[in-house]
């Protein structure tokens, strides 16, 4: 079983739409909860960070944590189609040196 | 947010020859740094982990002496990539580890892609 799984897509969705991508770990030591943006052929920006269980907005997006069934979404409202990319969740275990990634989602948002 | 430049973007070289990437933390200090490996499609790879001062920590099955990690200073860790060969095309990109506010963050830099003809 991988540290963290990431269902990776495709996922297509409509201009506007509500999107969710969902990602749950095994590792109870993860502390910090990050998602990253990765448009082809660049390299992966940082877009929420997380550490604790609750709700996190900025514009928007929100990220989710559940610490309790070790389960973190990231929300988009209203997407664009230049949200279309691959989105990828990653923790830091406590202690650890490694940053672990799920597999990443690509979304599509089409017009 | 932090930035992370990673220097080139893109190359090309010839089969035989060594190619070295950059990877510099402009605003902060990084403790740590990452090398991945991303095929198309994929996830990235983590390649191996640089601490500033000491050897490169490299991943089960990747290479140490292809791909030689230099972590000089807290702002820059260098890889290249020695007697490259086709098979070692691929993107490439690093990361930066730092604790800012008390917590660990990640910051990437823009990937190099590297084309070895």
């Known amino acids: 079983q991988k540290e963290v799984e990431q269902d990776p897509g495709p996922l297509s969705v409509p201009e506007g739409a509500i999107v969710s991508l969902n990602c749950t770990y095994s590792?109870?030591?993860?502390?910090?909860f990050m998602w990253y943006r990765q448009y082809s052929r660049k390299g992966p920006e940082l877009l929420m960070y997380?550490?604790?269980?609750g709700n996190k907005e900025d514009g928007r997006f929100t990220a989710q944590v559940d610490k309790s069934s070790k389960y973190i979404s990231l929300f988009i409202r209203d997407s664009q189609p230049s949200d279309s990319a691959t989105y990828l969740c990653?923790?830091?275990?406590?202690?650890?040196?490694?940053?672990?990634f799920g597999a990443g989602t690509r979304l599509a948002v089409h017009p | 947010g932090a930035v992370v430049s990673q220097h080139p973007s893109r190359v090309i070289c010839k089969s035989g020859t060594s190619v070295k990437i950059e990877c510099r933390s402009l605003d902060f200090q990084a403790t740590t740094m990452f090398w991945y490996r991303q095929f198309p499609k994929k996830s990235l790879m983590l390649m191996a982990t640089?601490?500033?001062?000491?050897?490169?920590?490299?991943e089960q099955g990747v290479e140490k002496d292809k791909f030689l990690i230099n972590h000089a200073s807290l702002t820059l860790s260098t890889l290249t990539v020695t007697s490259a060969h086709p098979e070692d095309s691929s993107f490439y990109i690093c990361?930066?580890?730092?604790?800012?506010?008390?917590?660990?963050?990640?910051?990437f830099g823009q990937g190099t892609r590297l084309t070895v003809v």
């Open positions: 990361s930066a580890r730092s604790f800012l506010r008390g917590r660990q963050w990640a910051f």
């Open positions: 590792n109870s030591a993860f502390q910090y």
């Open positions: 990653a923790s830091f275990p406590g202690g650890y040196n490694k940053l672990i």
């Open positions: 640089s601490n500033e001062g000491s050897k490169a920590t490299y």
């Open positions: 997380t550490y604790s269980s």
